[in-house]
Structures are given as structure tokens and as C-alpha cells.
């Protein structure tokens, strides 16, 4: 339990890799907030929390809009009295070639990936730095360090995410707040299980270990990063991608 007597709260905690991460923390310890905008899910993984032997809150945010996450944070804080760990997670894709990519789906990305984190990074700080202690781990991607065919928009806010884990860890150090990132490679979830089978085939080829990750893969690691042992790690990028990327 050795994150027994820690607050946590991931964006996007009800489904994927959020899930994950939601229900390890949660095992080794935290009590849960989940900001998701799928109702639904995130009450299944509450449950599950409850399961653990741990508190859960979820509520209904859209990270990209600055009063609800605001909103969001009130509530956190008003249940739980603090923050100590920050998992910004939450992120959607709408892909297509740069010629093709519409207005609209450029900015909904970037506001819900990058803009996403940077308001609840924002509120999150805030309490922490009162508390001289925080723990803020970014969900990049390992695209934002090879880029990647009709995702500009996508690959361009996961590239964002690691100038802004830098940028605040340096600006936090002070503050007893570690801020690190972490790139997932191909990792399998309902987003990449709507990939055509030889779109996987080309990207299997192209990690050595000769596997997809798991969710869990990535949720090992924000556990670490989450711990108090960790805290001479800040502003970090981890890959987690079976050396898709090196």
C-alpha cells in the first residue's frame, strides 16, 4: 500500500488506459477522482475502486472547458480536502492528412490534449503548492518524437504535452512538485482496436520486443512516478514502447 493516505485523480480514469492507471493507483493505495465524460464508465471503475478497499468521486468534466475543470477541482478538494497526484490522461484523436484536416478538428484535439492538461495542471498547482508536495504525470505519446502520418494534430498536442511537463517542473521544483511525462508507444485499447489488421502488422514489425503493450505497461509506471520514492525525477520524459522508439 504504498500509496496509502494519497489523493489522486486521473482525466479520462473511466475506460482505456486512464482505467488502468485508475485501478493501480487505487490497489497500491489512493483514494480516486475520476474526471470522465462518460458517466457510465467512470461509475463501473468507481466501483471497482470501491471494490479495493478505496474512495472513489467521479465527475462529469470536459477538460478543454476551463470552468468545468475549475468546477471539477472544487468538488476534488471539498471531498478529499487535497491532491497529491495528477494524472493528466484525458485525449481524443480526429485524424486525417494535413490537406484534408479541417479547422475544427485541429483545434478540438489540441484543446482537448494539450489545453486539457494545462488547465488542470493549472488548478492542480495550486493546491499543491500550499501542501509544498504533488506529484503531476503527463500522458504523451511516441509519436510526439517520430511523428506519424495524418495525425498532425494529434502528434502536435502530445509534443506539446512534454514542453509543458518541462516547463512547469522547472517552474514547481521549488514546491516539492515532480512533473514527468510519459510516452506510450502501441498500446492496445478499444482506439487501437479499431486499426486495420495490416496497419498493426507494419507497426508489430517495428518493435523489438514483438508485442503490443498493455495498458498496465503504462499504469506500472505512473504508479512509480506517483511514489514519494520517486522524487528526484522531475521533468522527464519515460517510454514505454518496447523500443518502438529509442
Not at 167 to 190: D, L, M
Request: proline share 2%; net charge neutral.
Amino acid at each position: 500500500m504504498e500509496l496509502e493516505g494519497h489523493i489522486a485523480l486521473v482525466t479520462g480514469g473511466g475506460q482505456g488506459i486512464g482505467k488502468a492507471i485508475s485501478l493501480t493507483l487505487a490497489k497500491y493505495g489512493a483514494d480516486m477522482i475520476l474526471f470522465e465524460l462518460n458517466s457510465e464508465k467512470a461509475e463501473e471503475v468507481s466501483k471497482d475502486i470501491y471494490s479495493l478497499g478505496r474512495k472513489a468521486l467521479s465527475v462529469k468534466v470536459d477538460v478543454s472547458k476551463t470552468e468545468e475543470v475549475e468546477d471539477g477541482f472544487r468538488k476534488a478538494i471539498e471531498s478529499f480536502g487535497r491532491i497529491d497526484i495528477l494524472v493528466n490522461n484525458a485525449g481524443i484523436t480526429k485524424d486525417a492528412l494535413i490537406v484534408r484536416m479541417k479547422d475544427e478538428d485541429w483545434d478540438k484535439v489540441i484543446e482537448v490534449n494539450l489545453k486539457g492538461a494545462f488547465l488542470c495542471t493549472r488548478s492542480a498547482v495550486k493546491t499543491m503548492s500550499k501542501q509544498r508536495y504533488g506529484r503531476i504525470i503527463n500522458i504523451s505519446s511516441v509519436v510526439a518524437f517520430m511523428g506519424n502520418p495524418g495525425q498532425v494534430n494529434y502528434v502536435a498536442s502530445k509534443a506539446g504535452i512534454v514542453g509543458l511537463t518541462k516547463t512547469v517542473a522547472k517552474e514547481y521544483a521549488a514546491r516539492g512538485i515532480t512533473v514527468n511525462a510519459i510516452a506510450p508507444g502501441f498500446i492496445q485499447t478499444s482506439m487501437t482496436d479499431a486499426l486495420p489488421e495490416q496497419v498493426k502488422d507494419v507497426m508489430l514489425k517495428e518493435i523489438p520486443l514483438g508485442k503490443f503493450g498493455s495498458p498496465d505497461d503504462v499504469a506500472n509506471v505512473v504508479r512509480f512516478l506517483a511514489l514519494k520514492d520517486s522524487g528526484y525525477i522531475t521533468g522527464q520524459v519515460i517510454h514505454v514502447n518496447g523500443g518502438m522508439y529509442m
